[in-house]
Antibody
Framework: EVQLVESGGGLVQPGGSLRLSCAAS????????MHWVRQAPGRGLVWLSHLNTDGSIATYADSVQGRFTISRDNAKNTLYLQMDSLRAEDTAVYYC??????????WGQGTLVTVSS | QSALTQPASVSGSPGQSITISCTGTGSDVGSHNSVSWYQQYPGKAPKLMIY???IRTSGVSKRFSGSKSGNTASLTISGLQAEDEADYYCSSYTTSTTLVFGGGTKLTVL
């Protein structure tokens, strides 16, 4: 069974940093592109970033370019999202997802990030 | 990276059919067949329902169908059931090698 489990969310002050993790199991992690998507409370889904299989090609949404960094450790079957210079508007549930032809076929349960003083 | 345009809400009675539109541009929906639809219940993660415009994922009812014409994709749900009440999002790959979602549509089964 495919499982994606996000962790690392929590309360952080504006300007702070947080690193999210996404532990994958049930599939060959190293052969799939992976994505991060977020959803602010009561709002819609927003795509953030994706990373190719060996971690050499990363693409970001304009809203997080230069502040967020996606990475992966294929030996640990884990995807990461390093979030720096956090703002109140980054408050959201963050999901990782496995891609199939750039469509998000499996999603984790999400982890909540709250940016507030 | 503007969001795809979806109606904020649609509604229908049990047994009826509804269609949710998803309008993009020639840089996303109009130029890729990597158009997908997701269903999301409150407090839950999204679930992929349709990918590559019209292919249902395993286990998804045949009542769900997808199509595309030009820059607009559509999700049709026939024979509406109470369990279909949820939020629905479209998504498309773009020529900038990013993904873009629609704003979401709340489906109410009357």
């Amino acid at each position: 069974e495919v499982q994606l489990v996000e962790s690392g969310g929590g309360l952080v002050q504006p300007g702070g940093s947080l690193r999210l993790s996404c532990a994958a199991s049930g599939f060959t992690f190293s052969t799939y592109w992976m994505h991060w998507v977020r959803q602010a409370p009561g709002r819609g889904l927003v795509w953030l970033s994706h990373l190719n299989t060996d971690g050499s090609i990363a693409t970001y949404a304009d809203s997080v370019q230069g502040r967020f960094t996606i990475s992966r450790d294929n030996a640990k079957n884990t995807l990461y999202l390093q979030m720096d210079s956090l703002r109140a508007e980054d408050t959201a549930v963050y999901y990782c997802a496995r891609a199939f032809r750039q469509q998000l076929i499996h999603w984790g349960q999400g982890t909540l990030v709250t940016v507030s003083s | 990276q503007s969001a795809l345009t979806q109606p904020a809400s649609v509604s229908g009675s049990p047994g009826q059919s509804i269609t949710i539109s998803c309008t993009g541009t020639g840089s996303d929906v109009g130029s890729h067949n990597s158009v997908s639809w997701y269903q999301q219940y409150p407090g839950k993660a999204p679930k992929l329902m349709i990918y590559d415009v019209s292919i249902r994922t395993s286990g998804v009812s045949k009542r769900f169908s997808g199509s595309k014409s030009g820059n607009t994709a559509s999700l049709t749900i026939s024979g509406l059931q109470a369990e279909d009440e949820a939020d629905y999002y479209c998504s498309s790959y773009t020529t900038s090698t990013t993904l873009v979602f629609g704003g979401g549509t709340k489906l109410t089964v009357l």
